[in-house]
């Protein structure tokens, strides 16, 4: 193949732009604000699964709290009604009255502990509130951070992307001045030699592998036609020739 040397160094010009498009996308891939986002979305996860925990704590708590007063609310009423009918007179059994006076001291006990479910469950219950009022806080303070760290990302990113159309449109200016058969060769090896197509020879060594030249080699070059299409033979990507190539 040949192109002109112009064309031929035109080359090196896409090939430094690509160049500098790969490190956008490294630097875009690499935004350290990645790993904060992530190591915060898993506090938060980790938080949320705790509050909604705490939420149905208190949930299931204020209906144990129910539950309880109701049976406290209910061995009252028989302990009230209990009472009337033992100063009301209407029992006149001696048997009968032992009866009733032993179900209200019974009573007045059953009453008792369950007053003192009444307060455990609601121990617990506030004990429940609090963590939740807690968790709900540091969700929010969390939430913040990821907000904050997105927002961070975000900026980068258009600044980045703006950076990334702005050398590709260049790209696209200089790679339509270039035959389009030496382009496809050179994306063609750009594919194959991770990510670099043409290297410069400098001062006899192909920047591309970062060899020297032998003496066959450089007496190879000198021969060759200024429009050849060379190639390096270590790393076969196309070997621009410049001033500086020290042949």
């Given at each position: 193949m040949?192109?002109?040397?112009?064309d031929?160094?035109r080359?090196?010009?896409?090939?430094?732009?690509?160049?500098r498009?790969?490190q956008?996308?490294?630097?875009?891939?690499?935004?350290?604000?990645?790993?904060?986002?992530?190591?915060?979305?898993?506090?938060?996860t980790?938080l949320?699964?705790?509050?909604?925990?705490?939420?149905?704590?208190?949930?299931?708590?204020?209906?144990?709290?129910?539950?309880?007063?109701?049976?406290?609310?209910?061995?009252?009423?028989?302990?009230?009604?209990?009472q009337?009918?033992l100063d009301?007179?209407?029992?006149?059994?001696p048997?009968d009255?032992?009866?009733?006076?032993?179900?209200i001291?019974?009573?007045?006990?059953?009453?008792?502990?369950?007053?003192?479910?009444v307060?455990?469950?609601?121990?617990r219950?506030?004990?429940?509130?609090?963590?939740?009022?807690?968790?709900?806080?540091?969700?929010?303070?969390?939430?913040?951070k990821?907000?904050?760290?997105?927002?961070?990302?975000e900026?980068?990113?258009?600044?980045?992307?703006?950076e990334?159309?702005?050398?590709?449109?260049?790209?696209?200016?200089?790679?339509?001045?270039?035959?389009a058969?030496?382009?496809?060769?050179?994306?063609?090896?750009?594919?194959?030699?991770?990510?670099?197509?043409?290297?410069?020879?400098?001062q006899?060594?192909?920047?591309?592998?970062q060899?020297?030249?032998?003496?066959?080699?450089?007496?190879?070059?000198r021969?060759?036609?200024?429009?050849?299409?060379?190639?390096?033979?270590?790393?076969?990507?196309?070997?621009?020739?410049?001033?500086?190539?020290g042949?």
């Amino acid at each position: 193949m040949n192109a002109a040397p112009a064309d031929q160094i035109r080359l090196l010009d896409v090939q430094a732009l690509d160049v500098r498009l790969s490190q956008l996308a490294h630097k875009r891939k690499s935004l350290p604000e990645h790993a904060e986002i992530e190591s915060l979305t898993k506090d938060l996860t980790q938080l949320r699964d705790l509050l909604v925990a705490a939420t149905t704590e208190e949930s299931d708590t204020a209906r144990e709290q129910t539950k309880a007063e109701q049976d406290v609310d209910q061995v009252r009423q028989r302990a009230t009604r209990n009472q009337e009918r033992l100063d009301s007179g209407a029992v006149s059994s001696p048997k009968d009255l032992e009866n009733l006076q032993k179900e209200i001291v019974s009573l007045a006990k059953r009453q008792g502990d369950l007053e003192d479910v009444v307060l455990e469950v609601m121990e617990r219950r506030e004990s429940a509130q609090e963590r939740a009022a807690e968790l709900t806080e540091r969700v929010g303070a969390v939430q913040g951070k990821v907000d904050d760290a997105t927002a961070r990302r975000e900026a980068a990113f258009t600044e980045i992307d703006g950076e990334v159309a702005k050398v590709a449109k260049e790209r696209e200016v200089v790679v339509a001045s270039i035959p389009a058969d030496l382009v496809k060769l050179y994306e063609k090896l750009r594919t194959q030699s991770g990510g670099v197509g043409a290297a410069r020879l400098y001062q006899r060594r192909c920047e591309g592998c970062q060899l020297e030249l032998n003496i066959t080699e450089v007496m190879e070059v000198r021969a060759a036609a200024p429009d050849a299409v060379l190639r390096c033979e270590n790393c076969r990507r196309i070997l621009v020739r410049t001033p500086d190539s020290g042949i």
